[in-house]
């Protein structure tokens, strides 16, 4: 049988024409749900029947835009769930307001036994919540058994909890298989574990920004089996806040044991996170990087990182397990731990960061002041043909490349004139 295309031409929940009927119709692998705005004569699909079940083992739901459709579940259910083993592609919609706290409370707004591929999408509003004893809850926005790809997309506001306390790991996304994020941004998701993601496998992360999550550990990013491999590149972590590591925490614990990984963070910024742990201080921990197994920094920069403690704050910008690999270069890292080397040439000064702003591009980011040290300091040992912020702008000016995710327009003349 030939692949099928079902159109929405209603707001209504159920019935001829509606979304659910269109997923429902869709039993070919490969289907393809798309809409019809002009019949339709409205910007919201509320659920009021349920959860949106996909049978089909793969389905791509096309909506017109995220500005132009929403789907909103009104706090009374997930939005999608995924029992195919394929892929869920979602694209050009925003999901609001999914929420799940019975049986295996995972995935508030999204889940999947399979793939999930979400593209020029906002998910916001998304809960996932224990009532009682565990299990715990897992992918306050999403959760899946297969991969997550992440393009061009938010995930916001989303929490995984045990009734009002946050319990469980994932506030943004539960992923347990791989991640490959891009041009994306995880922002104000709550957690045990892993404020803004929780990984299980490898991560690839590119021109994206974590910054305002929660969590107890590893708020920004944290991983969990013995074999994990991270990439991030181009990518901002800030603003984020956790007992332990608010920043990175490459070796993140995950309920009960440390987690040694491969990461390899280039042309990014880890800034402005803090721990609020009076345990931490001394203990080996950082507010920004905390690395395990094998770290490898290139033209980054860890700064104005702090531990909290009532009112005094202490900078610790990066630190390393005993037994830790670390190489790199062309960094600069503000405050390491004691008993933490940082990579030869690392330089130390305040690298005069501007506010988290929009500076151009679909993801926030950390602009160079003038007269900072880390321009024209950096290198492009990635190739990268732009700075995060995406085309239009260089990763490299006058033959020079600027340290962290931003690249100002002067290169090597940090005073901005020739």
Same mark, same amino acid.
């Given at each position: 049988?030939?692949?099928?295309?079902?159109?929405?031409?209603?707001?209504?929940? /159920?019935?001829?024409?509606?979304?659910?009927?269109?997923?429902?119709?869709?039993?070919?692998?490969?289907?393809?749900?798309?809409?019809?705005? +002009?019949?339709?004569?409205?910007?919201?699909?509320?659920?009021?029947?349920g959860?949106?079940?996909?049978?089909a083992?793969?389905?791509? =739901?096309?909506?017109?835009?995220?500005?132009?459709?929403? !789907?909103?579940?009104?706090? +009374?259910?997930?939005?999608?769930?995924?029992?195919?083993?394929?892929?869920?592609?979602?694209?050009?919609?925003?999901?609001?307001?999914?929420?799940?706290?019975?049986?295996?409370?995972?995935g508030?707004?999204?889940?999947?036994?399979g793939?999930? +591929?979400? /593209?020029?999408?906002?998910?916001?509003?998304?809960?996932?919540?224990?009532?009682?004893? $565990? $299990?715990?809850?897992?992918?306050?926005?999403?959760?899946?058994?297969?991969?997550?790809?992440?393009?061009?997309?938010?995930?916001?506001?989303?929490?995984?909890?045990?009734?009002? *306390?946050?319990?469980?790991? %994932?506030?943004?996304?539960?992923?347990?298989?791989?991640?490959?994020m891009?041009?994306?941004?995880?922002?104000?998701? =709550?957690?045990?574990? %892993?404020?803004?993601?929780?990984?299980?496998?490898?991560?690839?992360? =590119?021109?994206?920004?974590?910054?305002?999550?929660?969590?107890?550990?590893?708020?920004?990013?944290?991983?969990?089996? @013995?074999?994990?491999?991270?990439?991030?590149?181009?990518?901002t972590?800030?603003?984020?806040?956790?007992?332990?590591?608010a920043?990175?925490?490459?070796g993140?614990?995950?309920?009960?044991?440390?987690?040694?990984?491969?990461?390899?963070? /280039?042309?990014?910024?880890?800034?402005?996170?803090?721990?609020h742990?009076?345990?931490?201080?001394?203990?080996?921990?950082?507010? &920004?990087?905390?690395?395990?197994?094998?770290?490898? !920094?290139?033209?980054?920069?860890?700064?104005?990182?702090?531990?909290?403690?009532?009112?005094?704050?202490?900078?610790?910008?990066? @630190?390393?397990?005993?037994?830790?690999?670390?190489?790199? %270069?062309?960094?600069?890292?503000? =405050?390491?731990?004691?008993?933490?080397? /940082? $990579?030869?040439?690392?330089?130390?000064?305040?690298?005069?960061?501007?506010?988290?702003?929009?500076?151009?591009?679909?993801?926030?980011t950390?602009?160079?002041?003038?007269?900072?040290?880390a321009?024209?300091a950096?290198?492009?040992?990635s190739?990268?043909?732009?700075?995060?912020?995406?085309?239009?702008?260089?990763?490299?000016? *006058?033959?020079?490349?600027d340290?962290?995710?931003?690249?100002?327009?002067? &290169?090597?003349? +940090?005073?901005?004139?020739?």
């Amino acid at each position: 049988m030939a692949l099928a295309i079902q159109t929405v031409t209603t707001c209504a929940d /159920s019935g001829i024409g509606s979304l659910r009927a269109a997923i429902t119709n869709a039993a070919i692998t490969g289907d393809t749900v798309t809409f019809n705005t +002009a019949t339709m004569s409205c910007s919201t699909i509320t659920l009021t029947t349920g959860a949106l079940t996909v049978n089909a083992t793969s389905l791509t =739901v096309a909506g017109p835009g995220a500005s132009t459709l929403t !789907i909103d579940a009104n706090h +009374a259910s997930r939005i999608f769930d995924h029992e195919g083993s394929g892929t869920l592609n979602i694209s050009n919609l925003t999901v609001t307001n999914g929420f799940i706290n019975s049986g295996k409370p995972n995935g508030g707004c999204i889940y999947s036994k399979g793939t999930v +591929a979400i /593209s020029s999408s906002r998910l916001s509003g998304c809960v996932a919540q224990t009532e009682g004893t $565990p $299990p715990h809850a897992f992918g306050g926005g999403i959760f899946t058994t297969g991969d997550l790809y992440l393009q061009s997309s938010t995930i916001s506001n989303s929490s995984v909890r045990r009734q009002s *306390r946050a319990e469980g790991a %994932g506030g943004g996304a539960f992923v347990t298989g791989n991640l490959v994020m891009q041009s994306s941004t995880v922002t104000s998701s =709550v957690a045990t574990f %892993g404020g803004a993601l929780q990984v299980k496998r490898n991560a690839t992360i =590119v021109g994206t920004t974590l910054s305002g999550n929660q969590a107890f550990a590893g708020d920004g990013l944290a991983l969990y089996s @013995s074999h994990d491999r991270v990439s991030i590149i181009n990518s901002t972590i800030s603003g984020n806040v956790a007992e332990v590591c608010a920043g990175m925490y490459s070796g993140g614990v995950f309920y009960g044991g440390p987690t040694y990984v491969a990461v390899t963070l /280039s042309n990014s910024t880890i800034a402005f996170n803090k721990t609020h742990a009076a345990n931490e201080v001394g203990h080996n921990y950082a507010s &920004g990087l905390c690395a395990a197994g094998s770290l490898n !920094i290139q033209s980054s920069i860890v700064a104005n990182n702090d531990i909290v403690v009532g009112t005094a704050h202490t900078p610790v910008d990066f @630190s390393a397990q005993t037994g830790t690999s670390i190489a790199g %270069g062309n960094n600069l890292i503000m =405050v390491t731990q004691a008993g933490t080397t /940082s $990579p030869a040439g690392t330089l130390t000064a305040d690298p005069l960061l501007a506010a988290l702003a929009n500076n151009g591009g679909s993801t926030m980011t950390h602009s160079l002041l003038i007269g900072s040290p880390a321009i024209g300091a950096g290198n492009n040992t990635s190739r990268l043909p732009s700075d995060q912020r995406g085309p239009g702008f260089a990763r490299m000016t *006058r033959e020079k490349t600027d340290i962290g995710a931003f690249q100002t327009g002067d &290169g090597i003349f +940090a005073s901005g004139f020739d």
